[in-house]
C-alpha cells in the first residue's frame, strides 16, 4: 500500500484551506453553488421625477435569493439609456431587507430606462427594468409636490393632517393624497356609478362643511361647444375620519342646476347671457361662454353657495367683472330641489375670471383668478383676498408663476389672512402640458405614474 507523501498531503490541505479562507473573505460560504438565482420586483415599472425636486416619489423593490440572508442582497443600477436624464449613480436606494426604496435623482427633462440589479450570494444576479420620466424643474421647486396617477386637478379640500382630498376633470375619479410628499394616491374613490355617468362630470370645484363636501361640474358644454349632460352636475360626498384615515360615501346629485340657471337669467332679461353660452355650438372658455369652477358657501352660511363661473366676464369683454351666482339652497339643491337665487356678485379682478374660491372659518375668501380663454396657460394668475360681501371688491395679494407647465386650478385651504407669513397650497391642472419633452399631452400618457398634477406652498405678502 502506498501513502501519500507529506509534501502531497500538505499541498491538498494547504489548497483546501486557501479556498475556504477566500471564500469566507469574498461573504460566499464554500456551498455557494447550493444557493438560487436572486429575484428582484418593482412596486411599479414606471417612476416620474422632476429636475430640482424636493421628496420625488420612489418605488418599492423587492428582493430575495434561496437559502440566502436577504441582507446579503445588493441592488445597484447598472444601464441607463439616457444618461443625460439619469445616470447609473443617481439612485439611491434605501433598506436592508427583503424590501428596498429607491429613488432617483433627475438632471434633465425626458425619458430613460434605468436597469437595476440585485447581485446575492454565489455572485449570482437578476434584473429588472424601470421606466423613468423627469419633468422640468419649476419656480418654487422646495415647496412643490407631485401628485401622481392623473394630471388634470381641478379641485382639492384640505381633509386634515395634510392629506388633500383632489378631483380631476378627466374622470369621475376623487383621489386622497399625501400633500407632504410627491406620490400616488393614499385611495380613490371611483363614481361614475353612483352619479350614473357615461362621461366625466367636468368636476371644477368642491368646498367641505362639516363633513359634507359639496362638489360641481363645469355645468357648461364641452370644447365643441356640445351638451354633455354628465356636465349639468352637482354632488355631495360625506366624509368619515381625517388624514390618512379620510374614508367617503356617495351622497347625493342634482343634474338641473345649469337649466335653473338659464331659466332664472331669462326672466331677468338675459342680462348675463346664459341662454347664448349654453346654445349648441357655444364653446364654454370664451369671454362670452358659461362654465363653472369655483363653489363656496357664503359668510356663515351653511346654505347660500357662490357659483363661481369662468366664463361670462361681465360685460362680456375683456375688461369684464368676474361673476359669482349666489344660490340660496344650496343644500337643497343637491337632493334635487329646484334652485333659487339671489343678486349676482360682480367682482372686479382686473379683466380675470374665478378660477376657485375658498372660505376659512373667519370668513376670509382667498379667489386664484385667471383667464377665461382656453390658451397656454401664459396668461396672468394672482390670488385676490375678499370679505364675502357682495359690493365689497377683492384685493390682490399675490401673482403667480406663469413661465411653468400647467395651469392653477385649486386652492387647499385658507390660512388666517391676517397672520404674517400666511402660506397657501395651490393645485395645478397639468393635462395639457407635455411634462417630459416628447409631444405628448400629460393626459395622453399610457401609464398613470407618469400623469401628475403639481402642488406648491405660497406665501402671502
Do not use: C
Not at 217 to 236: H, I, P, Q, W
Not at 399 to 425: C, M, N
Amino acid at each position: 500500500m502506498r501513502f501519500p507523501s507529506p509534501s502531497s498531503t500538505f499541498g491538498t490541505t494547504l489548497a483546501v484551506a486557501t479556498a475556504l479562507l477566500s471564500s469566507l473573505a469574498a461573504g460566499v460560504p464554500a456551498h455557494a453553488v447550493t444557493y438560487g438565482t436572486p429575484t428582484i420586483r418593482l412596486s411599479s415599472a414606471y417612476l416620474s421625477g422632476a429636475v430640482g425636486a424636493t421628496a420625488d416619489p420612489t418605488v418599492t423593490v423587492t428582493v430575495a435569493q434561496s437559502g440566502a440572508d436577504v441582507s446579503a442582497l445588493t441592488v445597484t443600477a447598472s444601464k441607463t439609456t439616457s444618461s443625460s436624464v439619469a445616470g447609473t449613480t443617481d439612485i439611491t436606494v434605501t433598506g436592508t431587507g427583503g424590501t428596498r426604496t429607491l429613488g432617483v435623482t433627475a438632471h434633465s427633462r425626458g425619458r430613460t430606462d434605468l436597469t437595476l440589479k440585485v447581485t446575492g450570494l454565489g455572485g449570482k444576479t437578476a434584473t429588472t427594468t424601470l421606466h423613468y420620466a423627469a419633468s422640468p424643474a419649476v419656480q418654487h421647486s422646495a415647496d412643490a409636490r407631485y401628485l401622481t396617477g392623473a394630471s388634470d386637478a381641478s379641485a382639492a379640500v384640505d381633509v386634515g393632517g395634510g392629506h388633500l382630498l383632489v378631483a380631476n376633470d378627466e374622470d369621475n375619479t376623487l383621489r386622497l393624497y399625501n400633500g407632504s410628499v410627491s406620490g400616488a394616491p393614499v385611495r380613490t374613490w371611483n363614481l361614475d356609478s353612483a352619479l350614473g355617468a357615461d362621461k366625466e362630470a367636468d368636476i371644477e370645484g368642491g368646498t367641505l362643511v362639516g363633513n359634507t363636501v359639496y362638489w360641481t361640474g363645469s355645468l357648461g358644454n364641452n370644447k365643441d361647444g356640445e351638451y354633455r349632460a354628465d356636465r349639468n352636475t352637482v354632488f355631495t360626498t360625506t366624509l368619515s375620519g381625517s388624514g390618512a384615515a379620510t374614508t367617503l360615501t356617495f351622497g347625493s346629485a342634482y343634474h338641473g342646476l345649469r337649466d335653473d340657471l338659464v331659466r332664472w337669467d331669462r326672466a331677468g332679461g338675459d342680462r348675463l347671457g346664459f341662454a347664448d353660452g349654453t346654445a349648441a355650438g357655444s364653446v364654454p372658455k370664451a369671454v362670452d361662454g358659461f362654465n363653472v369652477e369655483g363653489l363656496e358657501f357664503a359668510p356663515g352660511s351653511t346654505t347660500t353657495a357662490y357659483v363661481g363661473f369662468r366664463a361670462p366676464l361681465v360685460p362680456p369683454a375683456t375688461d369684464g367683472d368676474a361673476l359669482l351666482v349666489p344660490v340660496t339652497n344650496f343644500d337643497k339643491v343637491v337632493k334635487g330641489t329646484g334652485a333659487v337665487f339671489g343678486a349676482p356678485v360682480e367682482l372686479d379682478l382686473d379683466g380675470l375670471s374665478v378660477r376657485d374660491i375658498r372660505r376659512n372659518a373667519l370668513n376670509q375668501y382667498l379667489i386664484l383668478a385667471g383667464s377665461w380663454a382656453a390658451d397656454d396657460n401664459s396668461d396672468p394668475y394672482a390670488l385676490y383676498s375678499w370679505d364675502g360681501v357682495a359690493g365689497h371688491q377683492p384685493v390682490r395679494v399675490l401673482d403667480l408663476p406663469t413661465s411653468d407647465a400647467g395651469g392653477w386650478e385649486a386652492i387647499a385651504a385658507v390660512p388666517d389672512l391676517t397672520q404674517p407669513g400666511a402660506r397657501v397650497q395651490l393645485v395645478t391642472d397639468d393635462g395639457d402640458a407635455d411634462l417630459y419633452g416628447d409631444g405628448t399631452a400629460a393626459k395622453d400618457l399610457d401609464h398613470p405614474e407618469w400623469q401628475k398634477s403639481r402642488s406648491t406652498w405660497f406665501t402671502l405678502g
